[in-house]
């Protein structure tokens, strides 16, 4: 048997409480059956949902992670979730650096590393999301802002955390409603890259860190995004917001996978 596939959603500001937990509950039921020693299914809704939602379903079936994390344990930062109480709330994952966080709310590629190093610190599974804008892949340079992404956001990374490392590569252009989807070819050669990349920081290990898919994956190209060899999941966001249709597709996806 192969790695596991890695399916989740990332629910930004659109969920509530109620809505949280009755979406989890759904896909909970929808995927209860299928082997998470072949995949692993996990959901980021909003900070005010966490602590009923790690409550709401078995975390074993579905990983609840935050979507966002303070570098420090406490302080003077207003506004900001401590990876301590996050800890407290039972949440085994956070997503760093995403797309919206670097570009609607102006995080850097050091803090982006600063929040990595805490999180592994920590013991969270780390999802690092990585992207080029429209103007740089316009350039020419999307492989050279990725390694740099990379290279700044992984910096000091420790060996011994890689196991609890994810890599999301979410081309900025394509996320969200104006965004267009990826082809599959540029997929391929990015993630060629982004795996290289990953060599480079950490030699054959770095070739382990699963590295997903996102940004405008639907129902009619997940199942070609996902076979490619180095594309080791998905990340969906508007796709994935009804369980049913989420359920539908990765069930597609993971089947596409299995026959390659
Ligand atoms: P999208 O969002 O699938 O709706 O484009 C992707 C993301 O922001 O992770």
Not at 152 to 178: C, F, N, T
Not at 213 to 226: F, K, L, R, T
Not at 249 to 259: D, F, G, N
Request: aromatic share 8%; hydrophobic share 40%.
């Amino acid at each position: 048997m192969g790695k596991k596939i890695l399916f989740g959603s990332n629910l930004k500001m659109y969920k509530g409480v109620e809505e949280t937990i009755s979406y989890l509950q759904e896909l909970q039921d929808l995927t209860k059956e299928m082997s998470r020693a072949e995949m692993e299914l996990f959901i980021i809704p909003s900070y005010v949902t966490l602590e009923r939602a790690v409550k709401a379903v078995d975390t074993k079936l579905i990983k609840i992670g935050a979507q966002n994390m303070c570098w420090e344990d406490a302080g003077q930062f207003t506004g900001e979730i401590s990876p301590v109480m996050l800890k407290e709330l039972g949440v085994s994952l956070v997503m760093i650096g995403h797309s919206e966080r670097r570009h609607v709310f102006g995080e850097t590629d050091v803090q982006e590393n600063q929040k990595v190093l805490a999180a592994l610190q920590h013991g969270f599974t780390t999802l690092l999301c990585i992207g080029e804008t429209a103007e740089e892949k316009g350039y020419g340079i999307s492989k050279e802002i990725l390694r740099i992404q990379l290279k700044k956001g992984l910096h000091q990374v420790s060996r011994k955390h890689l196991d609890h490392l994810w890599i999301a590569y979410e081309p900025v252009w394509s996320i969200g409603v104006a965004g267009v989807p990826a082809t599959v070819d540029y997929v391929r050669e990015i993630h060629q890259a982004i795996k290289e990349s990953l060599e480079e920081l950490f030699g054959a290990d770095g070739a382990n860190i699963p590295v997903l898919y996102g940004g405008s994956v639907n129902a009619d190209n997940a199942n070609e995004m996902i076979v490619e060899p180095l594309v080791d999941g998905l990340f969906v966001g508007r796709s994935a917001w009804q369980a049913d249709k989420f359920s539908v597709l990765l069930r597609a996806a993971k089947k596409a996978k299995e026959r390659g």
